[in-house]
């Protein structure tokens, strides 16, 4: 897993002032709202400045790679929240040393969808990033898409994949071998189809029918991937 929010803060307070620390972090948290608000192409230099109240000579002073760098540290810093908070509900809802039963198998799953949907309602400002990010991908330097994916998609990816493996490993999974397909298939029929029905969050589903997506998601990757499913 990527280095954490907390160890980021403890090691920033070790290289420079904490006034300089207060400073970089009041300039990250106005632009990212902006970013958030306008996406990155959008999003010039002078209005991050005047979104966060400094002068653009401020700005370059704390921040020398200017726009991009900006857009790294607040995607970084957001994707290490979620992350985070993913592989926190993980844990708690498939915890590798207590596999469910195979009756409950269904029900943890639907359990794990929600919580990761829940998500996009606890840290809308990362998902409104995300969403420019897979808007703008050509206009995003390469580099700040890599922080990204390092961050939060490829660690939550192969830990969902773990979980894969664990559930596979108990007989309550057969992966065809391929438990990293098993594992983006049920972010794909669960989470990404909440995410793109919300539009990363913007306009929220009813409950009933966040509910319905959840739970037809998981009933249709039980029938790809659960023990002696029809195929």
Request: proline share 6%.
């Amino acid at each position: 897993m990527g280095e954490t929010n907390e160890a980021r803060v403890a090691r920033a307070r070790r290289e420079v002032s904490p006034r300089k620390l207060e400073k970089q972090m009041a300039i990250a948290s106005a632009s990212c709202t902006l970013f958030g608000r306008e996406g990155y192409a959008r999003a010039s230099v002078d209005a991050l400045a005047a979104e966060a109240g400094v002068s653009t000579r401020t700005l370059y002073n704390h921040f020398p790679g200017g726009k991009a760098q900006l857009f790294q540290t607040v995607v970084t810093w957001t994707s290490n929240e979620v992350r985070d908070a993913q592989l926190a509900r993980l844990r708690v809802v498939l915890d590798p040393g207590r596999p469910p039963r195979a009756e409950d198998l269904e029900r943890d799953l639907v359990a794990l969808a929600r919580g990761f949907a829940d998500l996009m309602t606890d840290y809308p400002n990362h998902f409104a990033l995300v969403r420019h990010i897979h808007a703008e991908a050509d206009h995003v330097p390469p580099e700040v898409l890599k922080a990204w994916h390092e961050a939060g998609p490829e660690p939550v990816g192969r830990a969902v994949t773990e979980a894969m493996t664990h559930l596979a490993d108990a007989g309550l999974l057969d992966p065809h071998g391929d438990p990293a397909m098993t594992a983006a298939h049920f972010m794909a029929l669960t989470t990404h189809t909440l995410v793109q029905s919300t539009h990363y969050g913007v306009l929220p589903l009813p409950p009933t029918e966040t509910d319905r997506l959840i739970r037809g998601g998981v009933a249709a990757f039980l029938r790809a991937y659960g023990v002696g499913a029809r195929r």
